[in-house]
């Protein structure tokens, strides 16, 4: 589901470079729910962008879903993210003159859902996050916390093939975090491979795999096994592997 192969990103800044990202590999098969995990300027954002095709490598092929994002343009990009991705913003990029409603309903009629269908989903998806009485609501009217669950709900609306989340749970006190790894776990058991970026080591433990970035390179890469505990009701509690 997602491919990278000695990806590479380099910011020009005046005469310096910024090295973001490194000969990066990354595979990711359906199905997987990875956590990304790193210090501020690791290059965690930057990955996401690249594999959202917000962002293009200086190096490297990116391939999501099957596809090779490097030969597309920009236009092949906003048709192939409205299809196959959704990306939940850590600063969410809601639009401000747009109810709650209708910033979840777009990407699923950009993907070619019905009114009726988004309306139903997007109804789904609010009472599942318990926002339901927001949808008429103009997003400056929401609290961070809300405003998080807005993001996640507008980023699973289109049934994307990989979900991308840049700090999902960042903003959210503990009982609406386990709502929001509630609809993760439940987008991962239907076949999504979702990406996680986190600083939470709890979070990042429900996850099947945690990568570390570290100056723009993998510095570590395990596999997760569940046992059976329970960890303040977040959910499972996960052992660290390999």
């Known amino acids: 589901?997602?491919?990278l192969r000695r990806v590479?990103?380099?910011y020009r800044r005046g005469a310096d470079e910024v090295h973001a990202l490194e000969h990066v590999?990354?595979?990711?098969p359906a199905a997987r729910f990875v956590a990304l995990m790193g210090p501020s300027g690791s290059g965690k954002s930057t990955l996401l962008n690249i594999l959202a095709g917000l962002d293009r490598p200086t190096d490297g092929d990116v391939i999501v879903a099957g596809q090779r994002l490097n030969d597309l343009s920009e236009d092949a990009l906003a048709?192939?993210?409205a299809r196959h991705v959704g990306f939940v913003f850590q600063f969410f990029n809601l639009l401000s003159n747009m109810t709650v409603a209708d910033n979840v309903e777009l990407p699923a009629l950009l993907a070619g859902a019905t009114p009726?269908?988004?309306?139903k989903r997007r109804e789904e998806l609010l009472t599942e996050l318990g926002i339901a009485d927001k949808a008429g609501a103009a997003?400056?009217?929401l609290s961070g916390g809300e405003q998080q669950r807005v993001a996640l709900a507008r980023a699973l609306a289109n049934e994307p093939s990989v979900l991308l989340a840049d700090e999902p749970t960042g903003n959210l006190d503990s009982?609406?975090?386990r709502d929001v790894l509630r609809l993760l776990r439940r987008a991962h058991s239907q076949g999504q491979a979702i990406l996680m970026v986190t600083h939470d080591a709890r979070v990042a433990s429900l996850a099947d795999r945690v990568i570390n970035l570290f100056d723009g390179m993998v510095a570590d890469d395990a596999k997760i096994v569940p046992i059976p505990r329970?960890?303040?009701g977040v959910g499972d509690v996960l052992e660290l592997r390999g």
């Open 1 to 3: 589901m997602i491919d």
């Open 8 to 10: 590479s990103r380099i």
């Open 25 to 28: 590999s990354l595979h990711v």
């Open 79 to 81: 048709a192939f993210r």
């Open 116 to 119: 009726r269908q988004a309306r």
């Open 139 to 141: 997003p400056a009217r």
């Open 175 to 177: 009982s609406n975090t």
């Open 230 to 232: 329970s960890l303040n």
